[in-house]
């Protein structure tokens, strides 16, 4: 059973810089993606930034540039890095993956695309 566990999320002001990971367990699949989406009140779930085991990566328009994504394939560990937070960024982080892909294939950054979930990490960034 694959289980997806956030970890990192917090309180932040503007301009700082919070690091996500997401641990990966009962996976057992050698070609797949993991990603990060985030939800807003009042807002649908919109994907951030995912990355496959090849290496290949996408972000979204609105972090491209302060967030950077990496994938520890040894230890099926996702880490969001985001740097110059904006108040916009507050929102539920979620750590997503997706398995049995083609041979170095990169989803839609979008949350149909994906079918493990984890339960989330809370962001703040206060103004």
């Known amino acids: 059973q694959v289980q997806l566990v956030e970890s990192g999320g917090g309180s932040v002001q503007s301009g700082g810089s919070l690091r996500l990971s997401c641990a990966a367990s009962g996976f057992t699949f050698n070609r797949y993606a993991m990603g990060w989406f985030r939800q807003a009140p009042g807002k649908g779930r919109e994907g951030v930034a995912h990355?496959?085991?090849?290496?290949?990566?996408q972000f979204a328009d609105s972090v491209n540039g302060r967030f950077t994504i990496s994938l520890d394939n040894a230890k099926n560990t996702l880490y969001l890095q985001m740097n110059s937070l904006k108040p916009e960024d507050t929102a539920m982080y979620f750590c997503?993956?997706?398995?049995?892909?083609?041979?170095?294939?990169?989803?839609?950054?979008?949350?149909?695309?994906?079918?493990?979930w984890g339960q989330g990490t809370q962001v703040t960034v206060s103004s």
């Open positions: 990355i496959n085991t090849f290496g290949s990566f």
């Open positions: 997503a993956a997706t398995a049995r892909l083609a041979y170095n294939y990169l989803p839609p950054l979008n949350a149909v695309a994906y079918n493990y």
